[in-house]
């Protein structure tokens, strides 16, 4: 046997080996009761804050290769856990033990006309595959989230976070052996070979969903090789389409938070659309607040025509998110128009009107083909915590099993359940 | 370039054709009114009605070619569409015109912090593949569940129902055209080559999910190949368990009824668990009843004891849906064994507890990990009908997106909408 062959036959002995023992252990998740889960968190999070100085030692370990490694600016700061982020680590853990546990949740029982109640209750989804990048809190995120609901986890960190992610490792198993559960509901590969990713994905036996974080690269790459489901989310192109109807002074407000109150994130606003009957009145304006922040404009030859020294934009512009102090802008002709450029250029992720008619506002909110839609809102309120659901792993883009954000309730399914009283079938 | 390839070509040319009038009109029926879809559905049942003496000669042209092939009596006759399975196909449109319209509902609207509402809206899921053998019935079934659930829809039947499918495609489209509405909005294969399916499950980019029907050798196929979800339903080994506390004339109705009411459906009862506690007062009676049935009788070595001539049960009998009048039986000690032996051979697809103790029932109900999980009722009730769907695509012992019976609403998603009125992020 070569060397390259005994490696891969390595390698998918060990991450075998770790699918063996999540399914085992998920078995144990699904039934341990929302005390032991909880017991558990708190557990961990005792224990993180005990091996602060292990964490911050292992974390600047990381951070050392990756100077080492001539890392971006962007990817280290996401690497560094500071006191503060480790806080946050903590907190983190205690609002996933304030929620209310999912599982065994159960709704609609209702009689049927032949006696028997049916109803569905909430189910863990089993075992749930982890694969994400450089930041080292989302170990905490994800693992507690999934336990929470009664999943057993494993998860696959970047290698520039390995030391960091190690350490982290070590206290959430000593938060489940605390609780009395077993170590390897969660599980943290120690090893970080793409191909140990490569196994993970294809084993569907043993894994039931795999949710990726991270770039764009990484989530195609996933989505393209895996054979276990995947809840993903590729981009947050976002827009906002002002109506003829629309406040003028509200459209200004929230064009401007969508746009500026945080670029870097998914749910920022990319692309600004404005119906020609009012977009004498409102882009001079808007773009003047615009440039106050130092956002970049890119426009259609209409708006070109209405704002001094705007950028003129390309097809590409359309389909881009910046991620940046830059937003495209298109002036159209009425809502079939936004709605026709919406679903041809938006990455389905978070789309809003700007309206005061009732007919539009319910147009939209049904035709375009988004996770969120929106009326008089900024698109930055599409977010976990925003909506009520506590926390969140991720913000689908799929339309199966999860759409938008995804909680605990995401992380579960549901089964039928029957109560008679020794009913038959006629 | 040889045949070969140049076959292939054109069949994958072919294919990407349906996928990009498939992709077109899914924008279109997920605008549709309810009134449209429902006079598309009428029109279709009338123009069955209509066409009743063409449809059965192309059905007579396929039952021929099924002689001339040698076909099983068992296929020959799902393939058979007699008058009264005609009536069935329009009763079946008739019922779907009734039920509610799942698009558009919106559901857990709440104010939050922030003052912005969060709820949930139900949209179709896009595009749906359908693949099934002999039954040309399903071509309607599946075409009218997908339809008013707002879903464009491409079919392929098997070989040997191809002259009914055509007839029966007709007759949907002109269904659709009655309506106004696109004929590609349902689109039946007119050619069944092998690849042709091969194609249709690895266009993530035109389908949105696969749902497979047919013997588990064909959904085993698509599953392993696919590269667009699947929703599908492989095995039907359903357990009843008796516990200790069980009312045994009431486990004695439902043991019969779950095993002799059909023997051929998904949810017919193919393993009885008996505790020991009282398997020798029930086994005797039961055993008998299923004799008078002619129902044969496989059991453990704790049954031969009890019950004269039981065929010794092997391990592979616990694995088996047999479909027949034959039956495993195994004496077990207490609730947890049942629920362990469940979870280990069980398909995951419906499961019964006997029991009149309250904390046992619940654990039944909890711990098994089955689509449907029942109390003092028969496996044989795991049906939509039964269950108040209205009507069902197939039963899905999957996880993820649908578990259970699958009507309307498991084809379909839900996204998120926000309403405002300026609001913005703090």
């Known amino acids: 046997m070569g060397s390259a062959e005994s490696y891969m036959t390595e390698i998918e002995a060990y991450v075998n080996k770790l699918g063996i023992q999540a399914r085992a252990a998920s078995r144990e998740i699904s039934k341990a009761t929302t005390a032991e889960k909880n017991e558990s968190l708190l557990a961990t999070a005792e224990a993180i804050n005990v091996n602060r100085t292990l964490l911050i030692q292992a974390n600047k370990k990381d951070l050392e290769v990756g100077v080492e490694k001539g890392l971006e600016t962007a990817l280290m700061d996401r690497l560094e856990l500071t006191e503060s982020r480790i806080n946050g680590m903590i907190e983190g853990l205690q609002q996933i033990v304030a929620l209310d546990d999912p599982v065994g949740q159960i709704s609609d029982l209702k009689f049927r006309p032949s006696g028997i109640q049916v109803g569905k209750m909430r189910v863990p989804l089993g075992v749930i595959g982890i694969i994400y990048e450089s930041r080292p809190n989302v170990t905490v995120e994800a693992a507690s989230l999934c336990l929470k609901s009664g999943n057993a986890t494993i998860l696959r960190g970047g290698s520039e976070a390995l030391h960091s992610n190690q350490v982290i490792a070590a206290c959430i198993k000593e938060g489940l052996q605390a609780a009395g559960l077993s ?244």
Chains 1, 2 share one sequence.
Do not use: W
């Not at 500026?260 to 692309?271: A, F, K, M, N, P």
């Not at 003047?288 to 922040?293: N, V």
């Not at 976990?384 to 991720?394: D, Q, R, T, V």
């Open 183 to 426: 170590g390897n509901v969660i599980q943290v590969l120690d090893r970080t070979d793409r191909e140990a990713v490569g196994k993970l994905i294809t084993m569907p036996e043993y894994i039931d969903v795999i949710i990726p974080r991270g770039g764009k690269g990484l989530i195609e790459r996933i989505s393209r090789d895996a054979k276990v489901p995947v809840i993903k989310h590729l981009d947050g192109n976002c827009h906002l389409y002002i109506d003829e109807s629309a406040d003028l002074e509200k459209s200004i407000t929230v064009a401007v938070n969508a746009k500026t109150q945080r670029y870097g994130t998914c749910c920022t606003l990319e692309s600004l659309l404005v119906d020609e009957a009012v977009a004498i009145n409102i882009l001079p304006k808007l773009c003047e607040e615009y440039r106050a922040h130092n956002v970049e404009l890119r426009g259609c030859e209409k708006t070109q025509a209405i704002v001094d020294s705007v950028i003129p934009a390309t097809e590409e512009d359309y389909s881009t998110e910046y991620l940046a102090p830059i937003i495209s802008i298109k002036i159209l002709n009425g809502l079939d128009e936004a709605i026709n450029h919406i679903n041809e250029y938006s990455s389905q992720h978070t789309d809003s009107i700007m309206t005061q008619d009732q007919c539009r506002a319910q147009r939209f909110l049904r035709d375009v083909d988004s996770s969120s839609v929106m009326v008089n809102a900024s698109t930055r309120f599409a977010d976990g915590f925003e909506y009520g659901l506590g926390a969140e792993i991720g913000i689908s883009t799929d339309k199966l099993h999860a759409r938008g954000p995804v909680g605990l309730e995401g992380l579960t399914s549901q089964k039928f359940i029957v109560l008679g009283d020794g009913h038959i079938r006629q």
